[in-house]
DNA sequence: GCATAAAATGAATGCATGTCCATAAATTTG
DNA sequence: CAAATTTATGGACATGCATTCATTTTATGC
């Protein structure tokens, strides 16, 4: 009838019925749950940010990535600005989740705590090619769309909450002055240092050293706090009772 | 003849004749200097940027806010890339040459020279509303612009070399061991601190303050060099002679 | 004051964009 | 197995985009 008859030629080609068995490798086989292509096209346009950049991030780079047609981003999002917004939102998601995951496994004095979240902030897992161009892609356009903006920060309360308390037990236990206020200034200083590396691996991609970088910030911390800091981290939990009690 | 014949119209409601007088003052007069025209745009560029965000920045919002007419884009400059590239070069000068200016009158003394930068990178001048957001915005499509990335770092080998020397002067005073190697870091420390604290002003512009981040980096810097700062910079160079001789 | 060059204009072009929607296939339900 | 529902498609549309260029205005040289 009308030219969009090769619908049916399209779906033959390329397309497989079960969404179990897929045949043809040529591209992927129909899905039929929409949890899926939600997360199929999430992922392809933190691919395409990752790829061709932010301001070439279109619909149709999405939907290309993702082997779907066009009509699905406005099937499962209101518009491509919402799916902006969840992608950012699925990026947060990843970061605070894993985390806490290496959080669980990880001792519980304060300069363990320390340690696993500078580790692995600065670990493979959290930095890497990838994740760095798509937090500084969102962060470029933030103060333009205030629902990314909340989502493009990795150090929220709760994870700056974390570190206050770390460093408020083991300024305590250091018996300084002011202990509240050393600690809420190591707190601010420790994370503005991973903001900081982060930058660095940005921009010096090649240059970057994740050991040195770990390096660096526990030789700030051992300045500070000699008794509970190495150049290597928080070794002093390890060798020595640290507790004042 | 054509219907381009209200030139002349639009020239006569809102232009006047000589660059030197105008007096409608609703629009800019006609300029007739090439220059001043290449600035307007790289101006008229950067507060798109801040106002609409990279992605939004069109030759048409840039040419409507220089009160320009959309030929200019094309006449100045290969293509809009070219002036998008022009105007994070004109940027990244900005920010040299402010930090020139201000390390031009301050004095000699390794602290001196620290504060100076330390102050300078955190001060209202460097560090406003307009510049977070032009230097985030341009980062975040460094990745995808290569001419871009060139200009999108605050923290070059000039820099970056002023301070390392500072630091090997301090560190050699101070007759720590491995001098060089804590120069090095505390360098790199240093530089991190302040992308971090940038990193902060754009995403918690509502509490970030100037003072409290400047005396976060002289903690630091004190805990490290305790005999040549304090928690309000380098005071140390002002009471006291540091120099080792 | 005329000729020449420089500066500036904005309509026109073609292409890419985000969104909509009529259609169709796959799946589930009754 | 038919009806209803869910999942998926891609052509069509209006809009906006970067770029081009014939034309006009202003300035300069002679």
């Known amino acids: 009838m009308d030219g969009r008859s090769d619908h049916s030629n399209y779906r033959a080609d390329n397309k497989v019925n079960s969404t179990q068995n897929l045949q043809s490798g040529d591209r992927q086989p129909r899905r039929y749950s929409s949890e899926e292509s939600r997360r199929l096209l999430i992922e392809a346009t933190l691919d395409s940010i990752v790829e061709v950049g932010f301001s070439s991030t279109s619909v149709s780079e999405i939907v290309t990535r993702a082997n779907l047609s066009r009509g699905m981003v406005h099937l499962y999002f209101d518009n491509k600005d919402a799916l902006l917004v969840a992608a950012a939102r699925h990026s947060a998601e990843v970061y605070y989740g894993t985390l806490s995951e290496q959080l669980e496994t990880a001792?519980?004095?304060?300069?363990?705590?320390?340690?696993?979240i500078i580790l692995g902030d600065l670990g493979e897992e959290l930095l890497n090619e990838r994740t760095i161009k798509i937090w500084f892609a969102f962060r470029g356009e933030a103060h333009a769309n205030g629902a990314i903006a909340q989502y493009s920060d990795t150090r929220d309360d709760y994870l700056r909450d974390l570190i206050f308390k770390a460093f408020a037990e083991i300024a305590a236990a250091q018996k300084m002055s002011e202990p509240e206020k050393v600690a809420r200034d190591a707190t601010h200083g420790t994370l503005a240092?991973?903001?900081?590396?982060?930058?660095?691996?940005?921009?010096?991609?090649?240059?970057?050293?994740?050991?040195s970088a770990a390096r660096i910030?526990?030789?700030?911390?051992?300045?500070l706090f000699p008794r509970h800091f190495?150049?290597?981290?928080?070794?002093?939990?390890?060798?020595?009772?640290?507790?004042?009690?």
Do not use: V
């Open 230 to 245: 190495n150049l290597d981290g928080a070794s002093a939990a390890k060798n020595q009772p640290c507790t004042s009690s």
């Open 193 to 211: 240092l991973l903001e900081g590396m982060w930058t660095d691996y940005l921009l010096h991609h090649d240059s970057f050293s994740r050991a």
């Open 107 to 116: 001792g519980s004095s304060p300069q363990e705590i320390l340690e696993t």
């Open 217 to 223: 910030i526990f030789r700030f911390l051992s300045a």
